[in-house]
């Protein structure tokens, strides 16, 4: 794990060095910066023999173990297949934004976040403590939102940025909320431990608050019915983006997790109906809209939410067959979704649009990428040869046989599909068929740097469909292990004969064929009835969500900070008084009054004349006569203070008392004439507060004579003034030794005020005069 600790740093390094990497580094930076990338992509692969064995690699730098704080790294056959994923797509994605984002004056800017956002993604799917992914995987959203508004000059960016920030920081602190629940119940929050703790969690009485709070961070970040409308609006990014996002990062995020917690938390009813549900509202909704698009990119981010809702329907069926279908759909995903965000980038710089309307014949002008668009495209439709036509064939398998609602998901998976299928054949006619058709000027042949990426993994998909035995034992076979220990084999062909899934994939291809050759017919129908018939936008729903929150807040901050001094003491009071009574009344167990000793005869007359100069300082039309009663409060509380025997806080108080006493004295004929500013029902009102505030702080005082601590305070202070402070007065002793700090900050107040009033007493005015 030391050398994945050690990349770690190099790629680290390599994104704060990628600006003078590109600046001086000429046409061949990126492809340094690529290389890089692809030597972590050849590191990791030397460890799959590793997990191919059923080895696991970790490592433990404490921070705070106490609270289950740890920087930890851990590599399993899961993280190992994402770690793959996103060091091989990020060499793909970098190679290729080195020549995208020539024309771009801040390209130096852009490599330094992607690298960064790789880092981020890639140390995520690593981690071995639950917190230390939450700090990688808000990392990938602040990444994320600044790549998103690469382009800020944009309203459009900008917006889509913020929307996609909040969405998925809110659900990140969600998620981390529920990761504290789930090492309160697990007693760690180290992964390699969490695992073995499925039963414990999943038996604990807040399992499904904590699995809630997960499943909002999961969802957020996968982009999951209702909150997938932010993935269209982040297409607003450059294509190297997309390509790198739709296919290994960021909104993989979400499935990583699911498929890392499915060992702890995934076999309850909880887990298996929200995410089966979810997932196949996200599946037809993403399949629809994706249908009814004319923009190239809008239509692929339509079709990543719904795979992304396949892959989260997958793990929510939960069975062997499932988890086998995830994850080969998940590698398969992002091989097609990478190639097509990568062509669809070099089309629109090639041809100038994007709009499927305007384009066509493309196959002439671009005959390698057009190859590679195509079986990308195949593979997404679930075609043979392909490798998307073993993960169709799964997902079919997956489904077939369920229980309860297995039917309705099998109908929804056929429905889905066959739209991906007219997708596909209408992007490959409309595309690159057909009489060559673009809206600026004619395109030229893109560059290698553009083609390179989508033909290796047109290439791959190709392969691993032809000979899918070569990566099954090797890379999916561990990944899958670590999500269901008890699969052992797993076995990939084209060919299965024929059976009920093959006669459904019939059935999907005749279909999405019938579909196609409606398509424009149907599509122009589709956007049509969009427009005026689904008038509801979750975009907009948000964006007014987010303006009424803001006004909301403006209003509170107006009316909380009003900026009177007065207000802030009624809130505090107010509030504590609140707590404290709810404390009081309804959590301790013994009640807050017991019968106390009765008072003897100079209590009752302290007492008496506190209380009595107390209404006299506030019916008081003097303010001579109301200072003077304050006194007499205070001196009357030092008695009080005497009879018990706190002889030095009375001393203390008296000193204190007469010190005002004379300030006051001082200033009192300077201050201007006694005004009454304060209406009967303020005054009413002050008179409630009060009242409140010091009937809580009676209740305390005698809540704390009933409260026996063992050993006593007190047996502490006096067994240790002598023999740590070296004082035989216990009192004194506490003051300047063992809450020393405190006394000094008090002393600080004292000494600051007798400046202040000095500095009042001897300011002198304009006319000469003292104020």
Known sequence: MNGILVYLLILLIAALLSPVIIQRGGRHAAWLLGLISAAGFAMFLTYAPLTSAGEELSLTINWLPELYLNFSLYLDGLSLFFALLITGMGALVLVFAGKYMQPYPLRHRFFFLILLFEFAMLALVISGNLFTMFIFWELTSVSSFLLVGFSHEKPEARNAALQALLITVAGGLAMMAGFIILGQAAGTLEIPLLLKSGDIIRNHPHYLPALLLILAGAFTKSAQFPFHFWLPGAMQAPSPVSAFLHSATMVKAGIYLLMRLSPVMGGTPEWKYILTITGAITMLLGGYFAYSQTDFKKVLAYTTISALGILVLMLGIDTDISIKAAIIFLLVHALYKGALFMIAGLIDKSAGSRDLRKLGGLFRVMPVAAVAAIISLLSMAGLPPMIGFIGKELIYEAKIGLPDIGNFLLLAGVL???????????????????????PGEKPNR?????????????????????????????????AITSIRPGIDTLKLALWHGFNEVLLVSFIT????VALFLLYRKVNPALTRFNNEVITFRFADAFNKGLDFFLSLTK?????????????????IFIMTSALAWYQITYTWNEPAFTIISPPGIYELLIVALIVASTLFATLARSRLAAILSLGTTGYGIALLFIIYGAIDVAITMILAETLVLVLFMAVIYHLPKFTNFSSKMTRLRDAVIALSAGGFMTGLVLKAGQINLNPKISEFYNENALSMAHGKNTVNVILVDFRALDTLGEITVLVIAAIGVTALLKLITKKGSAT
């Open 416 to 438: 889905t599909n066959v739209i991906m299928v007219a997708i596909s054949l209408a992007l490959i006619f409309n595309l690159f068929l057909g009489p060559l058709k673009y």
């Open 446 to 478: 893109p560059a290698l740097a553009l083609r390179i990426g989508p033909m290796i993994l047109a290439f791959i998909s190709l392969i691993f469909g032809l000979f899918p035995s070569t990566v099954a034992g090797l890379l999916l076979r561990p």
């Open 509 to 512: 291809v005749a279909a999405g």
């Open 555 to 571: 209003k509170k901050t107006a009316l909380v900070q009003s900026g009177y001094q007065r207000y802030y003491l009624i809130a």
